[in-house]
């Protein structure tokens, strides 16, 4: 059973922010897995690695996604079991749903987890303010 991960994305105020940082740490080499650092190891990593994604919550909402590639524990400089999640480069839009803020990330069932939308589907003439506003309100 497929087991997705749901962690804020801090200091990122768009999904076209959240793709440009991932298109710069894969650099030339588009197919390059994006990596983050993490200070607790996900203890369910087969199911996550069963086609689980990284779900990003964007300024207060469920907003886009990666798909998980690998899990990989390691000791940072100072000995401190530490993990790096390593994600497909592609940021997937998902439908926006509201979130509160938490801490680290959470596990996120397959069937809880937010749809995926094309680029069409977001209305691309709404202003990014009104579509934050709109889903604070929960009416998107």
């Known amino acids: 059973m497929t087991v997705h991960l749901l962690k804020l994305c801090v200091g990122v105020s768009s999904i076209d922010a959240l793709r440009q940082s991932a ?10 897995a994006m990596r983050i650092t993490t200070r607790t190891a996900p ?8 086609d689980g994604s990284l779900y990003w919550v964007i300024k ?3 907003q886009a996604r990666q798909r998980v590639v690998g899990i990989e524990p390691f000791n940072d400089a100072s000995g401190v079991a530490r993990v790096h999640i390593l ?3 592609d940021v997937v839009a998902v ?6 803020p938490f801490q680290g990330w959470r596990y996120l069932r397959a069937d809880e987890a ?3 939308v094309s680029a069409a589907a977001m ?4 202003p990014a303010a009104m579509r934050r506003d709109l889903l604070e309100l929960c009416l998107l």
């Open 95 to 100: 439908r926006p749903r509201p979130c509160r």
């Open 23 to 32: 298109e710069r740490r894969a650099g030339s080499d588009s197919r390059q």
């Open 43 to 50: 203890k369910r990593v087969d199911e996550v690695l069963a």
């Open 114 to 116: 937010p749809v995926d």
């Open 87 to 89: 994600l497909a480069p």
């Open 123 to 126: 209305d691309e003439a709404m």
């Open 60 to 62: 207060g909402s469920v």
